[in-house]
């Protein structure tokens, strides 16, 4: 079955809403109900994002991007593995906040 890779992203600074205590309580409890909920189809479950660095030819340099965790499912099909996330509780944690889902692509073989 085809993987995705779901980026969730924060808000910009600009778009940042401050939650409280309670209220992050209450959606990281929505949120493990929605990972119960698509046990069947997430393969790995991701990980809260920190700080960032980027390495190019350049070297290593710190980098910034609003990157917050990630997710990787299997699904049918593209727009099935998006539609999974359409209610995932990090998109109430405040406004701006978004995920993209992107389709995994097999591996080109070589000769």
């Not at 401050?18 to 790995?44: C, F, R, Y």
């Not at 340099?61 to 609003?66: I, P, V």
Request: aromatic share 6%; with cysteine; net charge negative.
């Amino acid at each position: 079955m085809p993987k995705y890779m779901a980026l969730l992203f924060g808000a910009s600074e600009n778009e940042h809403q401050e939650i409280s205590i309670d209220e992050s309580n209450t959606l990281m409890q929505e949120w493990g109900k929605w990972a119960q909920a698509n046990q069947a189809s997430i393969v790995d479950q991701g990980l809260p994002l920190g700080s960032t660095k980027r390495v190019s030819a350049a070297g290593i340099t710190d980098s910034k991007n609003w990157i917050v965790a990630y997710c990787i499912v299997q699904s049918v099909d593209h727009t099935a593995a998006a539609s999974m996330f359409e209610d995932h509780p990090h998109l109430r944690l405040s406004k701006g906040h978004s995920i993209e889902v992107l389709e995994g692509l097999d591996v080109p073989q070589g000769p």
